[in-house]
C-alpha cells in the first residue's frame, strides 16, 4: 500500500509518532495503533513507525505507568513482524523484562489468570521474527 496510499488518520499518527516530545510520540503511537490491521500489512508505513519510535523511546515507555506500558507492548507487538525490526529492538529486551517483573509484583493475582492461557499458547505457531539473529 505504501504511505501515500495510508489514510489522513495514519497519516497524522505517524506525523505525530515522530514529534519532538514525548507527549506528542505517546499520542501519535497511541493513534496509530488504531491502525494496527493497515500496519500489520503496510511494510513501509510499520518502517516509518519504526523510525518515530526509536529503542530508547519505547524502553521509556516500558518504565513508566502501567498505561504507557500497554501502549509500549501493543507497538512492540506490532513492530516485531520482521526480522530486520526485531534487532533493531533487542536492546528492548531489558525494560521489557523489569516491565513484566514489575507487573507481576504489583498484581500477582493477574499472573496466575494469565499462567492457564499462555499455557494453552505455548504450542501455537509463533508469528514474530526470533529476537536473536
Known amino acids: 500500500m505504501g504511505l501515500a496510499g495510508a489514510d489522513a488518520g495514519l497519516q497524522g499518527a505517524l506525523r505525530l509518532a515522530a514529534g519532538a516530545k514525548d507527549e506528542e510520540r505517546v499520542l501519535g503511537v497511541t493513534l496509530a495503533l488504531h491502525h494496527a490491521e493497515v500496519l500489520a500489512v503496510d511494510e513501509e508505513a ?7 519510535t526509536d ?15 500497554r501502549v509500549a507492548l501493543a507497538l512492540l507487538r506490532l513492530l516485531l513482524a520482521d526480522e530486520a525490526s526485531a534487532v533493531k529492538l533487542e536492546v528492548c ?41
Open 93 to 133: 529486551l531489558e525494560p521489557l523484562a523489569a516491565a513484566c517483573t514489575s507487573a507481576a509484583a504489583t498484581d500477582p493475582e493477574a499472573l496466575e489468570a494469565a499462567k492457564p492461557e499462555c499455557a494453552e499458547n505455548a504450542d501455537a505457531p509463533q508469528q514474530a521474527a526470533p529476537i536473536v539473529p
Open 46 to 52: 510499520r518502517a516509518t513507525l519504526l523510525r518515530a
Open 55 to 69: 529503542p530508547a523511546f519505547i524502553g521509556r515507555l516500558l518504565r513508566s505507568a502501567t498505561a504507557l506500558q
